[in-house]
């Protein structure tokens, strides 16, 4: 899998995937059995973080195994996106670590967002403890009243009044709201309803417990709340802050939303074929080991011919990404937007077949919480809505296709 990358990539892809095996995939089962008698509620007030986490997260740290995400060699290990690819991907195999290794969503999104276009002050307030993982962070663009598939449907508002700015609306499915450290948001709205519509929109840094900031609810995917992270409904009731939290400048909402979803993405899709690679391991050995009706599962109906296809699409959904990200590193994102958009509407389809068929493979097991199947097939669902839906990104690469045939002025 690592053919072509980097010694420096692979060097980190031997000691992350040494670290999983040695100290995550064994305190797997712990952990969930801990989480579902604890946080299994929409309660998120009473959140906790399992102290193990944090242990882990020290070691991870202390062993360089931190902020891989990141391609500055001071703050992190120089990777580019490409040789990103495969850590990300060892990382999916399991809930649980991205955030050991500080390269969880949204955070890694919010992180690059500062990185790249905070001022020095924002960075010293929010990006530093961001990296040491002493916070959490939460990116508030859904909103309950409009379509946001469209973003320039925004009703959220970011005005300036002074020296201040001040924010009212109300966002939903803001990810990691219910995190006991979660301590700042990057909200996007509405500014100037008159300017280009791509030049509307500004993003500004509002602490979560600012006067006007009201967390309403966690909302709930299938049943389950995903603590201690959660999906949060939250309303800016005339919020004020000072003119030194809007990152970048006012209207540039967009410009900077384009460069974060760009890397961003890539870290989700490889993350989601580190799930199927881990549902795909599950699906064989059950269909293996199990029998009905005198045979193993595998050898009924047409499932060996399913694990094949599934095989062929997991490296399909590899390379395909694996090119987006070089594309990234090579010309930039907004090079890349035909491919982002790609891999944005097939990995997670392949993802959900994938752990589709490992849940129906387990029975009634896979319906439990005994497996990680659920987990991951959430994710999958979630995914195909999460960055807009399906069919927004296939819109993009049919207008990224078409553009070659135009005739030329």
């Known amino acids: 899998m690592l053919m072509g990358h980097s010694e420096q990539a692979q060097h980190w892809y031997g000691r992350l995937k040494h670290f999983i095996t040695q100290h995550i995939e064994p305190f797997e089962a712990e952990y969930f059995s801990w989480l579902h008698g604890t946080n299994a509620h929409g309660n998120w007030q009473d959140w906790q973080v399992h102290p193990q986490i944090n242990a882990l997260k020290e070691l991870a740290r202390a062993e360089g195994l931190w902020n891989l995400f990141l391609p500055d060699e001071h703050l992190g290990q120089g990777l580019a996106t490409a040789d990103y690819a495969p850590l990300a991907e060892l990382m999916g195999r399991s809930v649980i670590a991205p955030e050991i290794f500080n390269c969880n969503a949204p955070d890694t999104g919010n992180m690059e967002v500062l990185y790249h276009f905070g001022t020095e002050q924002q960075k010293s307030e929010w990006l530093e403890p961001l990296l040491a993982g002493e916070i959490r962070s939460v990116f508030g663009m859904t909103e309950p009243q409009v379509a946001s598939s469209d973003a320039t449907n925004m009703q959220t508002r970011i005005v300036a009044d002074g020296d201040d700015v001040v924010i009212s609306g109300r966002k939903w499915w803001s990810t990691g709201l219910g995190h006991p450290n979660a301590k700042i948001a990057i ?8 300017a280009d519509k791509h030049a509307r929109h500004s993003m500004v840094l509002v602490p979560l417990d600012a006067p006007g900031v009201t967390i309403h609810r966690m909302l709930p995917v299938f049943g389950d709340f995903d603590a201690p992270y959660g999906h949060g409904e939250v309303e800016f009731n005339e919020v ?23 890397p961003g993405r890539i870290h989700h899709c490889m993350r989601a074929i580190g799930a199927a ?25 047409d499932n060996g011919s399913r694990i094949a296809r599934h095989r062929m699409a997991i490296d399909q ?13 090579e ?63 296939e819109a993009m690469v049919l207008r990224q296709e078409l553009k070659k045939y135009r005739e030329p002025s």
């Not at 493979?361 to 991951?376: C, E, K, Q, R, V």
């Open 277 to 301: 690679e881990r549902c795909l391991e599950l699906l064989i050995k059950r269909a293996s080991q199990r029998t009905a009706f005198g045979q193993p599962l595998i050898k009924l109906g």
């Open 187 to 194: 909200v996007m709205g509405l500014t100037d309803p008159n």
């Open 331 to 393: 010309r930039g994102v907004k090079y890349a937007a035909s491919e982002i958009a790609g891999i944005k509407a097939v990995v997670p389809r392949m993802l959900e077949s994938v752990v589709d068929h490992a849940i129906q493979i387990h029975g009634g097991g896979g319906l439990s919480n005994d497996y990680p199947l659920t987990a991951f097939y959430a994710v999958a669902r979630s995914l195909r809505l999460a960055d807009g839906p399906d069919e927004v990104h």
């Open 240 to 262: 004020r802050v000072p003119k030194a939290n809007v990152i970048g400048r006012l209207g540039a909402g967009f410009a900077i939303a384009q460069g974060r979803l760009g």
């Open 317 to 329: 959904a590899r390379l395909y990404t694996l090119h987006t990200a070089r594309v990234i590193d």
